[in-house]
């Protein structure tokens, strides 16, 4: 079983910046593929970036250019640094993890292929 807590949520202004972090435990090993997914009110939850465990990290492309996900094996610890954020980055973020190779945002992955969520941080950006 894997357990996944999150952190970093919060409130800011547009520009401003934010890092989310989430810490997983339990049975953790390299072939696990993490990531971040946001939902916004009245909207479905999508894939915001992923990283595999090459450590190649990739985005949708409404984040492009403004967060970065990365990892720290040693901790079991993964990261979404959030810069140049926006009113429509408003969310509810959450951490998700499953143990499978193919790891990218580009090969249309969806929260059906994710077993393991955290309980979601909400981020909140103001314009």
């Known amino acids: 079983q894997v357990h996944l807590v999150e952190s970093g949520g919060g409130s800011v202004q547009a520009g401003g910046s934010l890092r989310l972090s989430c810490t997983a435990s339990g049975y953790i090993y390299s072939a696990f593929c993490m990531g971040w997914f946001r939902q916004a009110p009245g909207k479905g939850r999508e894939g915001v970036a992923l990283i595999d465990r090459n450590g190649r990290g990739t985005y949708a492309d409404s984040v492009k250019g403004r967060f970065t996900i990365s990892k720290d094996s040693a901790k079991n610890t993964f990261y979404l640094q959030m810069n140049n954020l926006l009113p429509e980055d408003t969310a509810m973020y959450y951490c998700?993890?499953?143990?499978?190779?193919?790891?990218?945002?580009?090969?249309?992955?969806?929260?059906?292929?994710?077993?393991?969520w955290g309980q979601g941080t909400q981020v909140t950006v103001s314009s």
């Open positions: 998700a993890a499953e143990s499978r190779l193919d790891c990218g945002i580009d090969y249309g992955l969806g929260m059906t292929d994710f077993g393991y």
